[in-house]
Nanobody
Framework: QVQLVESGGGLVQAGGSLRLSCAAS????????AAWFRQAPGKEREFVAA????????YYADLVKGRFTISRDNAKNMLYLEMNSLKPEDTAVYYC??????????????WGQGTQVTVSS
């Protein structure tokens, strides 16, 4: 069992940066593929980025490639999403997920509760 808790969301101006964190509990997190998803109001949840347990492989959605960076610190059971050059269309609730059965988009077994990111123009 893995429990996930996101933090770091907030309000930022377009062009700014935010770093999201996801604290994980559970013995299997360090070996699990982990990912970030987001859901904007009125839209379906969409994949953002994924990272293997070893951090050897990463995968990004085209919309965030070159602007977002996913990383993890398995010693601390943490997952991160560094977001740069933010745009208003990045506004969404961001979720971390772990335990994929299919690389990279899942489905995933474990989910956090989400953290709100709002980008003002």
């Amino acid at each position: 069992q893995v429990q996930l808790v996101e933090s770091g969301g907030g309000l930022v101006q377009a062009g700014g940066s935010l770093r999201l964190s996801c604290a994980a509990s559970g013995r299997t997190f360090s070996t699990s593929t982990a990912a970030w998803f987001r859901q904007a109001p009125g839209k379906e949840r969409e994949f953002v980025a994924a990272l293997t347990g070893s951090s050897i492989s990463t995968y990004y959605a085209d919309l965030v490639k070159g602007r977002f960076t996913i990383s993890r610190d398995n010693a601390k059971n943490m997952l991160y999403l560094e977001m740069n050059s933010l745009k208003p269309e990045d506004t969404a609730v961001y979720y971390c997920a772990a335990g994929s059965r299919t690389w990279p988009r899942g489905p995933y077994d474990y989910w956090g509760q989400g953290t709100q990111v709002t980008v003002s123009s």
